[in-house]
């Protein structure tokens, strides 16, 4: 189980993550889908696309975020391939024409416990990221 601070991160993460696919034309058709064990984050489409996206949101102490690795260098090789499966499950129970991709939307904070919200210093949404 994830500490509250890192679960917290997480789910702000995936609100704001929601906000901004919004905001760029998507309509987002599901949260936190579930199949079986495997879960994806955000289901979103545009008119062509389905986009199944895997949120990474990390914090960062000031100057800390060039020198570290980015949020979505934790999707390894096992994520992507539960997420998959899980996408494979999603399109089977609800059949579409629009094209399948596989995203990741990266969300950089900067860490300040006397701020009430954070504060966003950077997003990369890396369309068809595997």
């Known amino acids: 189980m994830a500490p509250a601070g890192s679960r917290k991160t997480g789910d702000w993460g995936e609100r704001y993550a929601?906000?901004?696919?919004?905001?760029?034309?998507y309509t987002?058709?599901?949260?936190?889908?579930?199949a079986g064990h495997h879960e994806i984050d955000i289901v979103a489409c545009t008119l062509?696309?389905?986009?199944?996206?895997?949120?990474?949101?990390?914090?960062?102490?000031?100057?800390e975020a060039?020198?570290?690795p980015p949020p979505g260098h934790a999707v390894g090789a096992e994520k992507r391939?539960?997420?998959?499966?899980?996408a494979r499950q999603y399109l089977h129970e609800h059949p579409t024409r629009r094209q399948p991709r596989m995203d990741v939307l990266e969300i950089w904070l900067e860490a300040d416990p006397d701020r009430r919200r954070p504060r966003v210093l950077r997003v990369r949404?890396?369309?068809?990221a595997y």
Do not use: C, W
Not at 28 to 34: D, P
């Open 81 to 86: 391939r539960l997420t998959r499966a899980a």
């Open 18 to 25: 929601v906000h901004y696919l919004r905001r760029h034309g």
């Open 28 to 34: 987002v058709k599901e949260r936190n889908y579930r």
């Open 66 to 68: 060039d020198r570290l």
């Open 48 to 63: 062509r696309t389905i986009a199944f996206v895997e949120v990474k949101t990390r914090s960062y102490a000031p100057g």
């Open 125 to 128: 949404h890396l369309t068809g």
